[in-house]
């Protein structure tokens, strides 16, 4: 049987962040625009499809100072502190205690099954996460939710931010140590931004002996939509997305061996 190394994002991929992190992130923004500014989601997306903002505090004060730029105001000059955007942002997706979490977080949506993993295991199909999202919360739902036990999990405090590769880059190496596998399988990184794709085209540069493909997962806030889903799926492939799909689940075995043999 022919063995796929299968990397997931997580956030819009394995859990559905429409009600948590970007409700965070436009809390963010409006709190420090002082009301002035709420972003809504295709504010958001706008932003994110520039494929360098997969950091949602960076991409929230980012937010913050195209606002002001907007009106005539130049960041250099703004009283903008980073670290309490960062904090004020985490109060809201974690809550106001840290030892018992009661934001956002709680309220997260799954996208996948156990059963789904279960199901690319035995269709020999080798398979971890790598995400931007600080392990902590990455392990919410990985491990409390889904009741993974130990998954190989690249996270924010383990790798540069996408689109570096160097992420993906460790979590096959783990992968591969894990599982005592060749070197050079084909690897497969399913993500719902233009950041994640780019990840994929920019492991192909620097690794260029072995198949990357990217796959796009088009979240669940552009879903009943269509003309909003559209565009968004145009965008992933635009940036190198050799497949879209409406749900991860939708990436079967079976349609993973389609796209390595195509």
């Known amino acids: 049987m022919n063995r796929v190394i299968v990397v997931f994002d997580i956030d819009g991929v394995v859990r559905d962040v429409s009600g948590s992190y970007r409700r965070a992130i436009a809390d963010a923004v409006e709190h420090f625009t002082a009301g002035a500014f709420r972003p809504n989601s295709l504010d958001i997306d706008s932003l994110k499809s520039e494929g360098v903002w997969n950091n949602d505090w960076q991409a929230s004060f980012e937010l913050v100072c195209r606002y002001f730029e907007g009106i005539g105001r130049s960041r250099n000059e703004l009283a903008l502190n980073y670290d309490e955007l960062v904090a004020f942002f985490q109060s809201r997706y974690r809550g106001p205690d840290e030892k018992n979490w009661t934001g956002y977080i709680c309220s997260e949506p799954l996208l996948l099954s156990p059963a789904y993993l279960e199901n690319l295991t035995v269709g020999g199909i080798f398979w971890g996460f790598f995400s931007g999202a600080m392990r902590d919360e990455a392990a919410y739902v990985l491990s409390g939710k889904l009741s993974l036990n130990s998954p190989v999990l690249v996270a924010m405090e383990d790798a540069p931010g996408k689109p570096d590769p160097a992420g993906l880059f460790a979590a096959i190496e783990q992968l591969e140590n894990l599982h005592g596998l060749e070197k050079n399988l084909p690897v497969i990184y399913a993500g719902d931004t233009v950041a994640d794709i780019y990840t994929v085209v920019n492991a192909r540069e620097v690794q260029p002996n072995r198949v990357w493909l990217g796959t796009g997962i ?31 689940e939708e990436l079967t075995a079976a349609r993973i061996r389609e796209l390595v043999s195509c």
Do not use: E, I
């Open 218 to 248: 088009l979240p669940p806030h552009v879903l009943d939509d269509s003309v909003r889903c559209d565009a968004y799926a145009a965008a992933l492939k635009t940036a190198g997305a050799a497949a879209v799909f409406r749900n991860v």
